[in-house]
């Protein structure tokens, strides 16, 4: 029912699993159907999850999801360093973000970062295999953040049966996770953490608080 529901909001056709479940085929797919579509940046439309909230019922809409989202909460106040003098070749290098200083208000809100839901899912287009989930700048990342604050290959995040573990992988800008930053070794995610990645701030959400989440006022 839920691909059905699916197919006639975003106008496309159903996919295959849900065609082997009408052929009895009891297979659930290991990321529910929202792989398909989730955009080459493992990004899913916040208008889109929006409408299947208030066409689907909650059971269903869990069992879409499967896995947890990070969710764009923020961007944090600070200053980029200026480019240096040696042209062209510091396009391609992550530059230095220097955040405020701590008591003010460090995060202001941002409309198009909290429209950005990156499910934990491999994308149709997701250039890895496996259960890692790679954050960066660069296109061979899960999930792309297109920013120069941003380090090529910022952090990991790891399934291990049921628990997801946050690891940075050495940024320029350090990750946090609720204000202490991530020192390599990889940390356990509770639903509800914030995730600090340079600037971008992102809520870590269970299928259950993303729907409680979208629910209209």
Known sequence: MLFRSLSKLSGRSEPAEAN??????????????????????????????????????????LRFM????????????????????????????TV?????????????????????IYPLVKGEFAASAGMLFSIGRSDSNDLIIPDYAISKKHA??????????LRDCGSTNGTTLNGERLEGKPVR??????????????SFLSPEALYATLQPA
Do not use: C, W
């Not at 009895?24 to 579509?37: F, H, Q, S, T, Y």
């Not at 200083?101 to 970062?113: I, P, R």
């Open 96 to 116: 230095l973000f220097e955040p405020v200083e701590e008591g003010s208000d460090g995060a202001s809100a941002s409309e198009s970062l909290q429209h950005a």
């Open 20 to 61: 082997a479940q009408k052929r009895g085929e009891d297979r659930v797919p290991p990321a529910g159907g929202v792989a398909k579509l989730v955009n080459s940046s493992g990004r899913i439309g916040l208008p889109l999850l929006q409408r299947m909230v208030a066409a689907t019922g909650r059971e269903e809409f």
């Open 156 to 165: 990991l995040i790891e399934i291990r049966g049921g628990d997801y573990l």
């Open 189 to 202: 995610l509770h639903d509800g953490a914030l995730i600090s990645f340079a600037r971008y701030e992102f």
């Open 66 to 93: 499967q896995r947890p989202v990070l969710a764009g909460s923020g961007i944090r106040l600070g200053s980029l360093a200026a480019a240096s003098a040696a042209g062209r070749r510091e396009l391609n290098r």
